[in-house]
């Protein structure tokens, strides 16, 4: 297991305001203790390709990885032409993964918004659709797309289509690809569809290829039941707090119970930092001695099961 670094408390100042560059981010991430660094597409500034260079020879430079990228496309939007560039958007971002992370790197997808007006079954074909029509090019590049159990990016007006996981599972079940499409792990995002994230993770653990890692922690005089909504999620309540890893709601002892039973040895990236750098090294400390205590074993059964999963896909290489 390899544990990166993403900086959600930084995500205003990075790709809002854009008063703190990526060049910042890396030279501060040196004081963390990770093997890698998970990018955001708003990081970049521009995409122009030496710029695009530039930002990977500076991660080299600092001793870092970068396996995973945090893309957001809306592929379930009512006009076609903007699930078109929607696609075109994801595509480009994928081959900046490729250039960054090269083979075995992970580019997020979600399925996008759940509007009103697009039943949700339309909207899963229409998420399976668009996640098809990329699956070449990832095979090509030799990279991953994986989709997070997610909840709302934060320039969108309405939740994931697919937060519920019966439709996450739906959607993850219609494309079979084992290979080049895979989950990415959000225990904390379950925690705001308002279900226990270690049974999710249970649920999905045979298509997980990353996950991202966080924790939540409840105002003082309310539960979740106080903040669950008509439709059973709890969503991003301001009564539901960011903390150091392993400290909060979410059960790791179980979470990583399940992950080393099913052999995972990728990365983990630490979803951190809003009140600030402390918790977010405290976070990764966390995790490191997690890596100690439950992954010394488990890499040579996850080669085996990937190597696996692409013979019986009819890849070699």
């Known amino acids: 297991m390899r544990i990166a ?27 963390l203790g990770v093997d890698g660094l998970e990018l955001h597409t708003g990081f970049f500034w521009s995409t122009a390709e030496d710029e695009v260079r530039r930002i990977g020879d500076a991660i080299a430079a600092a001793g870092f990885q970068m396996p995973m990228m945090c893309a957001s496309p809306d592929f379930t939007h009512p006009n076609p032409d903007v699930r078109a560039r929607e696609i075109d958007g994801q595509a480009e971002f994928m081959r900046i993964t490729a250039l960054l992370g090269g083979p075995g790197a992970t580019c997020r997808v979600l399925s996008g918004q759940r509007y009103p007006e697009v ?65 990415q792990y959000d225990p904390s995002n379950a925690i705001t569809a308002g279900v ?21 922690f409840l105002e003082a005089g309310t539960t979740l ?14 009564a539901l707090k960011h903390g150091v890893i392993g400290q909060g709601l979410n059960d790791y ?59 019986a896909a009819g890849h070699t290489g």
């Not at 205590?293 to 013979?311: D, I, L, P, Q």
């Open 253 to 311: 002892d179980r979470i990583f119970t399940i992950l080393v039973d099913a052999g995972y040895d990728g990365w983990i990236s630490i979803e951190d930092g809003v009140n600030g750098i402390d918790e977010l090294r405290a976070s990764a400390d966390f995790l490191r001695e997690a890596r100690d205590r439950w992954f010394g074993g488990s890499t040579a059964v996850r080669v085996r099961s990937h190597e696996a999963a692409k013979s």
């Open 119 to 183: 039943p949700v079954e339309q909207g899963v074909r229409w998420a399976a659709e668009a996640i098809g029509e990329l699956l070449p090019l990832a095979a090509e590049l030799g990279i991953t797309l994986a989709i997070e159990n997610h909840y709302k990016a934060s320039t969108w007006t309405y939740p994931e289509l697919a937060q519920s996981p019966d439709v996450f599972r739906a959607l993850v079940d219609s494309i079979p690809d084992r290979v080049h499409f895979g989950v």
């Open 225 to 238: 039941d106080d903040l669950r909504q008509a439709d059973g999620t709890i969503g991003y309540s301001p």
């Open 5 to 31: 670094a993403f900086p959600k408390g930084d995500l205003e100042q990075m790709v809002i305001r854009r008063t703190k560059s990526i060049f910042e981010w890396i030279d501060e991430a040196r004081t």
């Open 196 to 216: 226990d994230s270690a049974e999710f993770l249970q649920s999905v653990i045979d298509r997980v290829v990353t996950m991202q890692a966080s924790d939540r």
